[in-house]
């Protein structure tokens, strides 16, 4: 009989590489497990932008949703990654095993080609049913909800924790009179790449249904990286530092505090 770790991880047979690309497109299709690869790769990347990079060993994710992450030594942020319902498909060319996972809408495409893989393993993980947050980050919207935005006073609240294909959107604020719509998303940590290309999926999917206004991004966090910076402004988007709120949410705590 098996143990339960046994049950949980599996390590493949990673010598024959035309049955081991059978095998991971059969995991794939089946939505069960989650595949891990410890090896040497390079990747390619084309969509709303390009880019390459070189041969190196990495680890490769591919979630049972269709989320691929690409990790590196260093960093929380993946290199690479593409979101759940991106297709997934392991192929053999010029006898290296290769993946190529495609999102649809808006169409990108990640190539990865491997070269010496140190390992496989097959990963049976949970998925929370109900998870609550806690603490700062529920503060921050509720206190962001209450006061507005710093940037634009005038701009009135008109919808929290919308929910929409890419996850929910913390807030939403208009101002009726400059015609202009505030997509907030809000984190309890230093923002990275992959908040903003979040922030960024909310604001065109609501461009999709908002023609007449100027939408625009804004992204609330406990400070943020410099790539993470770079996008943010060629977006077009707007930074706010956590603090500024947070210092109205330590006052408001002061005051009760006081009067108890």
Known sequence: MKSSSERIYESLDIREINTLKELLN????????????VGECEIKYSGRASS????????????????????ESEGR??????PPGSQCIFYIEENRLSLKCIRSRPKEIIEVSFGEI???????????????VKGVEKDLV???SRKGL????????????ISTPHGKIDLVFRNIFNKKLY?????NEKAGVVAVDQLKRYVDYIKTYSREEEIVGVLVARGIGDEAMRILLKEGFVYLDADTFREILRSRKDLMSFLK
């Open 26 to 37: 059969r995991v794939i299709a089946s939505h069960d497990k989650t595949i891990l690869i």
């Open 77 to 82: 942020d993946p290199l690479n990654w593409q």
């Open 118 to 132: 140190f390992h496989i393993g097959l990963a049976s993980i949970g998925r929370t049913i109900y998870f609550e």
């Open 150 to 161: 710093p940037i634009d006073p005038e701009a009135r609240l008109v919808g929290r924790e």
């Open 52 to 71: 390459y990079a070189e041969k190196n060993n990495r680890l490769i994710i591919i979630k049972p949703d269709g989320t691929l992450l690409i990790h």
């Open 142 to 144: 509720e206190i962001i």
């Open 183 to 187: 997509v907030v998303e809000v984190k």
